[in-house]
């Protein structure tokens, strides 16, 4: 199966409480992905059926030439769960968002979440009525009739 694109919609996107980590490597979003993971199991969290939010964060030039990339990721939890062990509470979302689905978004990853970045871009771009936010853009990661797919997120205005 291939992966396709939804159509652009506007969402609130309610405020997340997030406990979240950010790393700097190769595979940044399986490291970010394990620690997290590990992090909630030793809390007595699953992360089963939880929100969960990443985004790129930037790298170093040295970095980027050495084929490192950044990436943070963030699980939702509720207001009594106090962050430890490298990992930190913030607050993901807020505000008017241009949302955009990729269907089976690991099907061809590079081709279909860049795609879909440049197509939720466009469309901004296009848009009469909606300009950017210069707020952190997010993906989120659901379970799709046929396989993982992506919701990217970008802030938006009127």
């Not at 990436?71 to 430890?84: K, N």
């Not at 939720?120 to 379970?143: M, R």
Request: with cysteine; glycine share 10%.
């Amino acid at each position: 199966m291939s992966y396709k694109f939804s159509e652009v919609k506007i969402e609130e996107l309610p405020p997340q409480r997030v406990i979240c980590c950010r790393a700097i490597s190769n595979e940044p979003e399986d490291e970010v992905i394990n620690h997290a993971q590990a992090w909630l199991a030793q809390h007595g969290l699953n992360a089963a059926g939880r929100r969960r939010f990443g985004f790129d964060v930037p790298v170093s030039a040295a970095e980027a030439a050495a084929g490192m990339r950044g990436y943070e990721i963030g699980y939702t939890v509720p207001e009594d769960v106090q962050a430890d062990n490298g990992m930190l509470v913030r607050t993901y979302g807020g505000g008017q968002y241009a949302v955009l689905r990729v269907y089976n978004a690991f099907t061809a990853p590079f081709e279909a979440i860049g795609g879909g970045w440049k197509t939720l871009i466009a469309w901004i771009q296009e848009s009469p009525d909606w300009d950017f936010v210069h707020n952190l853009c997010y993906e989120e990661l659901v379970q799709g009739e046929d396989g993982m797919d992506l919701i990217l997120y970008q802030a938006v205005k009127k």
